[in-house]
């Protein structure tokens, strides 16, 4: 298992708000900074992982995979509930451009996590298959009401994770995600779309 590297740079939270390095100045990167000391110190980072999803067992609710299934893998990660509390604090005094840095920190960190466990669930390729990109529910062509279905079956609540009546999850900066594994033989698209996450260029496992 790859070390992960729980921190952030000014740099890596511009993409995020849509400005170029050559137009943050002083001001910004000091808010910038401050937001991630901010995320870093109050973040209660978790996640949990499932390689390969029992396939006689587990079932999406509607969503049907593109390609016959040779491997489901299926995951979650999690910042924790005290993130919530400070987007909260800063929304009720009033700073909400502050707030916006602080959500998009966020969002750098839980992608950041997200990435190492795709990184895992990747690095865990055996002969004869391979993988398409991952995908969340909620975005494209996977329905938000499988996060309750994948949320259970990974029981993440025991990491502090719960899915909303309207499917949503709690705390806010939690990210599902699954991988889905066919056979190497099968030409399907999917296989070769980079997911441009993980830093590889070209990506080493879809190459």
């Not at 400005?19 to 980072?45: F, G, H, M, R």
């Not at 993130?83 to 700073?95: A, P, Q, R, V």
Request: glycine share 4%.
């Amino acid at each position: 298992m790859k070390d992960i590297e729980l921190n952030l740079s000014v740099r890596e939270i511009l993409p995020w708000i849509k400005v170029k390095p050559e137009n943050a100045d002083e001001e910004l990167k000091k808010k910038i900074e401050k937001a991630i000391d901010e995320i870093l110190s109050l973040s209660t980072v978790a996640f949990v992982y499932n390689l390969e999803a029992d396939l006689d067992f587990f079932e999406f609710q509607v969503y049907q995979p593109p390609f016959p299934l040779k491997r489901l893998s299926l995951a979650c990660i999690t910042l924790g509930k005290e993130i919530d509390t400070l987007f909260e604090f800063y929304s009720k005094k009033g700073e909400d451009s502050y707030r916006y840095l602080l959500e998009n920190s966020a969002n750098a960190l839980v992608e950041k996590v997200a990435d190492y466990v795709n990184f895992e669930i990747c690095s865990s390729a055996e002969e004869g298959e391979k993988q398409s990109f991952r995908k969340s529910p909620g975005i494209g062509r996977v329905p938000i009401m499988e996060n309750k279905v994948i949320a259970e079956y990974l029981y993440a609540d025991k990491i502090g994770v719960k899915v909303r009546e309207n499917y949503s999850l709690s705390p806010k900066k939690t990210v599902i995600f699954m991988v889905e594994w066919g056979d190497r033989h099968i030409d399907f698209h999917e296989f070769s779309k980079r997911c441009n996450h993980c830093g590889y260029s070209p990506c080493i496992y879809r190459i």
